[in-house]
């Protein structure tokens, strides 16, 4: 048999996977068909950054003032500190899954106790996430953790030196504070520490992972394509499409990772407890250029690519304790392209010919689309902001955090609490999701059917707009 006819083979297969369990199209669609979708979807992971900075420094956009993202975020260049700017990210995942977020796993690079990430988990993190239903973790990056702190430089770390073992296990301890929130991550009952890089970026780990082990952390380890010996893990998992066994090539397709990444997912799950990783995407040229090293780029022909990829992962998420899980790459590392977040319009969709090679393009949404689709097919699609009229009350719903209301009319004078989405003042956040409702007040002798027009923008343009009274 060919390659080549292998190869075809496989991908008809993926045609026929049961993504849609039977049990759905027999629940005849409705609030009912939804449920069911929902509770049989996956738990979505991915590793959200909090260590950006807006004007004046461009943190992890820029370095040495010159651009390192190839990519325009819808949001522009935010900063990780700005409450408003992590809830409407928050928004935007939760809108192409489960509405109160309660099926996504938000996962914390972490270094060092102090830095910036550090200290934006509990001031601005925190008290977002807390008002949904989402869950998160910590990502430890141990190659950093030690040359950020000077105990080692050259990878692998060798975590048989004292100064690096210490270092870990003094980690452990500070996060153990945040071990016990009561959103974080848990398996088999155990508060779950995602780590990098663990048999390439790493290297004699066994007596430390095994006491972090002993004090009842569950360690999943990242371990697609690495090619180093495997310290005691409870899971197995991966980061992005760019593999340690991919770095430094470049011009890969999406499409053409599938029978690598079949590979991967069955020996992982083999060996035990398994989560499928990818991203939709991976191009790191601007950041490779500044520091003189290989650029890697996998790209994404179209939004059927990265459905294929994720239809694959799908496919291999087995049960852990009672939930399934895909590992989705990055939520927001836009230096490396493996974005979840949507993109501004910018060039050719997808990819374009900058600078006489193939880079990626802008995809506005299509990365989270394609999620919904196949990890959550029972969430309704959205088609922009609406405002519902009930009796006594108003709803806005699908409204985006950082988008525009307008309220005018003749009986805008009337109002003792005209609502002003800016500081969501006399606005009431409905529970777990992003949801308003307004009850409207009028002064005393006021006339409560004179109009009041309220006009709705997203991010995306899409508007909506209700009258009250008239």
Not at 34 to 57: D, G, I, K, Y
Not at 85 to 112: N, P
Not at 394 to 413: E, N, T, Y
């Amino acid at each position: 048999m060919s390659a080549r006819f292998t190869r075809r083979s496989f991908l008809r297969s993926l045609g026929a996977l049961p993504f849609l369990p039977a049990a759905l199209a027999r629940a005849g669609g409705g609030r009912r068909a939804r449920r069911l979708a929902a509770s049989q979807a996956p738990v979505v992971a991915a590793q959200l950054n909090l260590w950006f900075r807006s004007e004046p420094h461009l943190n992890n956009y820029q370095r040495d003032g010159r651009w390192m993202v190839s990519l325009n975020p819808r949001l522009g260049y935010t900063d990780s500190a700005d409450r408003e700017v992590l809830a409407q990210e928050m928004q935007w995942i939760h809108r192409y899954s489960l509405r109160t977020g309660r099926k996504t796993i938000y996962s914390i690079e972490w270094i060092q106790p102090g830095d910036l990430s550090d200290r934006n988990i509990s001031r601005a993190f925190l008290p977002v996430v807390e008002q949904t239903r989402a869950r998160w973790n910590i990502f430890y990056d141990p190659v950093l953790a030690a040359r950020q702190r000077g105990l080692a430089f050259d990878t692998p770390i060798d975590f048989s030196r004292p100064a690096v073992s210490d270092m870990f296990l003094s980690d452990l301890a500070y996060l153990s504070q945040y071990f016990e929130h009561p959103r974080y991550w848990r398996l088999r009952g155990k508060p779950v520490l995602y780590v990098w890089s663990v048999n390439s970026g790493i290297e004699r780990a066994h007596q430390p992972f095994e006491t972090a082990r002993s004090m009842g952390v569950y360690l999943l380890g990242d371990v697609f394509g690495g090619n180093g010996p495997e310290p005691p893990l409870d899971a197995r998992t991966g980061f992005v499409a760019a593999t340690p066994a991919m770095t430094g090539r470049t011009d890969l397709d999406v499409h053409g990772l599938l029978l690598v990444f079949n590979g991967y997912y069955q020996d992982a799950l083999a060996r035990g407890d398994t989560i499928p990783a990818l991203s939709c995407q991976f191009d790191d040229t601007e950041f490779q250029n500044l520091v003189g090293g290989a650029p890697t780029r996998i790209l994404a022909r179209q939004k059927e690519d990265v459905t294929d990829l994720l239809r694959l992962a799908k496919s291999y998420s087995t049960p852990i304790g009672s939930e399934r899980y895909v590992w989705l790459g990055t939520y927001n590392n836009w230096a490396e392209g493996t974005t979840l977040l949507p993109t501004r319009r910018q060039g050719e969709r997808f990819y374009d010919m900058r600078g006489g090679i193939r880079r990626i393009g802008h995809y506005e949404f299509d990365h989270l689309e394609a999620v919904r689709e196949v990890l959550f097919p029972g969430a309704p699609r959205y088609r922009g902001p609406r405002i519902v009229r009930r009796p006594r009350k108003v709803l806005f719903k699908d409204c985006d955090v950082a988008g525009r209301l307008k309220v005018r009319g003749p009986g805008v004078d009337g109002l003792l609490n005209a609502p002003a989405w800016a500081d969501k003042s006399h606005l009431e956040r409905a529970r777990a999701t992003f949801d308003y409702r307004w009850v409207p007040e009028w002064q005393e002798g006021a006339d409560p059917t004179a109009p009041v027009v309220l006009e709705f923008t997203n991010l995306d343009g899409l508007t909506a707009s209700t009258v009250l009274g008239g």
